[in-house]
């Protein structure tokens, strides 16, 4: 490991080439169908495994954050839908701050999509209906793992998984879903889009909602579908 005499690695040189660059005259002006067709991208885009891996932000009540990586499982003109155990470290920040932040990050497209706003539980039918359309491993795998909590060890997973596999061998038994398992719609206030140049000027826009005051104004505020105001920032 190449560690200076002052203790630390320096990255300071790193470079790599950056091509695309969003127009400042793109024609959609709605944020959801803006990520439409860049998730679209991505999607099809080689070296991009899962396009819908999200980085998840959360702070507690003291304003200290955590990150974690889920995958979106929806999205649309309400927002963005992930699912967790509301047990885990992100459910209980969420139960005392229910706002987030959330990060797509797509590296061989040089794009990435921030999502800020309040989260809110879907409906506990909603939750049932994704539960059981999922694999049967998969629903076994929340119900053993009980998440963020300390374990003695793996084998103690892997044995209450066995006796579950053997509980519910026969599959037209359904497998019940945890009260503590379920879904989450965050709904946006701001979504920004970057995309990384070499130069290092940046291509930023940021979509927001206006307030019921605000007069925009087209020098630097413009006005949107549904409400929404976009701006071009600086990188």
Excluded at 42 to 49: L, S, Y
Excluded at 68 to 74: A, F, G
Excluded at 125 to 139: C, N, T
Excluded at 203 to 225: C, M, N, W, Y
Aim: overall charge negative; proline content about 6%; some cysteine.
């Amino acid at each position: 490991m190449d560690i200076s005499p002052e203790g630390k690695k320096d990255l300071g040189a790193m470079r790599v080439p950056y091509e695309p660059e969003i127009e400042r005259d793109f024609s959609v002006k709605h944020p959801i169908k803006l990520f439409d067709i860049w998730f679209n991208d991505a999607r099809k885009t080689e070296g991009i495994r899962e396009a819908n891996a999200v980085a998840v932000a959360t702070a507690d009540k003291n304003g200290k954050p955590s990150v974690r990586y889920v995958l979106l499982k929806y999205y649309g003109n309400e927002g963005f839908t992930f699912f967790t155990n509301y047990n885990s470290r992100k459910g209980k920040e969420i139960a005392v701050n229910p706002q987030v932040s959330l990060l797509f990050y797509w590296e061989p497209l040089c794009r990435q999509v921030r999502v800020e706003g309040s989260v809110v539980k879907i409906s506990e039918k909603e939750s049932e209906e994704y539960f059981h359309s999922r694999p049967r491993s998969s629903q076994l795998s929340a119900v053993v793992s009980q998440q963020s909590e300390i374990i003695e060890s793996k084998e103690v997973l892997v044995s209450k998984r066995e006796e579950l596999e053997r509980k519910y061998a026969d599959e037209s038994i359904i497998i019940p879903k945890p009260d503590c398992w379920g879904g989450y719609l965050v709904v946006p206030d701001s979504v920004e889009f970057w995309c990384g140049r070499s130069d290092r000027l940046h291509d930023r826009i940021r979509f927001r909602k206006s307030s019921p005051q605000e007069t925009v104004g087209e020098k630097l505020a413009h006005t949107g579908e549904d409400g929404w105001i976009y701006e071009f920032l600086s990188p």
